[in-house]
């Protein structure tokens, strides 16, 4: 299947300091990627949705000026938590869909531990 | 009412069991419906894509979709220990946005 991949699989960051997390589709362009939240035990829920060259849309409830998304080329979408505090602390996965009406991989995820 | 649901489990089934997970969904413009398979700290994995109702076969797994009972399956047969880990129901309107709503996930654990 396809592959997205993530960067980095884990960090730990200092309170009041931002923190990037990269996703990246290996071998396909991906017109459209997803941001997700998820905590322990629980499901995936959607933060934004990041098409290349244009904002993101952002879900209800979700600050756009702490989770800034940048979807810079086809293959490459970003994720800048911004002034992180320890309730940022969780797992974030992106997705990629290769184009319209295709399936959606999922990346490895991100573990962000504000400490 | 959620969108979609799903029983968390957990579901605890002795290995060679057949699994049954389940979804039901309140939208009928639902048009594509995937089951993702997660391990433990890592992202969900595809396993199955389909589009209209019926049943799709894919090795052990099939996938069984019901659209007039709003009503998506997963059997997994022959499980294993290695089966273990949360499964999660997932599905979209197609079109232009194709943002995926979840279920729960059903958390399984395939005993030895």
């Known amino acids: 299947g396809a592959v997205v991949s993530q960067h980095p699989s884990r960090v730990i960051c200092k309170s009041g300091t931002s923190v990037k997390i990269e996703c990246r589709s290996l071998d396909f362009q991906a017109t459209t990627m997803f941001w997700y939240r998820q905590f322990p035990k629980k499901s995936l829920m959607l933060m934004a949705t990041s098409n290349e060259g244009s904002k993101a849309t952002y879900e209800q409830g979700v600050e756009k000026d702490k989770f800034l998304i940048n979807h810079a080329s086809l293959t490459l979408s970003t994720l800048t938590v911004t002034s992180a505090h320890p309730e940022d602390s969780s797992f974030y996965i992106c997705s990629a869909q290769p184009g319209l009406g295709n399936t959606i991989y999922f990346g490895e995820g991100s573990w962000l531990t504000v400490v | ?112």
């Open chain 2, 1 to 112: 009412q959620k969108e979609v649901e799903q029983d968390p489990g957990p579901l605890s089934v002795p290995e060679g069991a057949i699994v049954s997970l389940n979804c039901t969904y309140s939208n009928s413009a639902f048009q594509y419906f995937m089951w993702y398979r997660q391990y433990s700290r890592k992202g969900p994995e595809l396993l199955m894509y389909t589009y209209s109702s019926g049943n799709k076969e894919d090795g052990r797994f099939t996938a069984q979709v019901d659209k007039s009972s709003k009503y998506i399956s997963l059997f997994i047969r022959d499980s294993q220990p290695s089966d273990s880990a949360t499964y999660l129901c997932a599905m979209n309107y197609g079109g232009a946005t194709n943002k995926l709503i979840f279920g729960t996930g059903t958390l399984l654990a395939v005993q030895p």
